[in-house]
């Protein structure tokens, strides 16, 4: 199911969040860092992550390609419309 979600996000590209709540928008762009390897420091990302494997403790130094970027741009773009909480 994740692996689904996150092939979704890549081909969205920037035409668009692919989350219908503040839940799913919260959770495809974490796994978008999850994937490229952040290290999670909020208990709710890393009880739903975990960190195995983690790479990059700061978010900024995360390798994201210029899709995964405008993933979540997309995406944080729909939490601050839905004032989704942080």
């Not at 890549?10 to 969040?17: D, M, N, Q, W």
């Not at 219908?20 to 290290?39: P, T, V």
């Not at 890393?46 to 403790?57: L, M, P, Q, S, V």
């Not at 900024?60 to 419309?81: C, G, T, Y």
């Amino acid at each position: 199911m994740r692996a689904a979600l996150y092939a979704l996000i890549l081909v969205a590209g920037s035409t668009g969040a692919m989350a219908d709540d503040c839940a799913e928008a919260w959770y495809q762009r974490n796994l978008i860092y999850k994937q490229a390897g952040y290290c999670f420091t909020t208990p709710r990302a890393i009880r739903t992550f975990g960190n195995a494997d983690c790479r990059y403790d700061a978010m900024d130094r995360v390798p994201l390609s210029r899709q995964e970027q405008a993933a979540v741009a997309d995406l944080q773009a729909f939490e601050r419309a839905h004032a989704c909480p942080r």
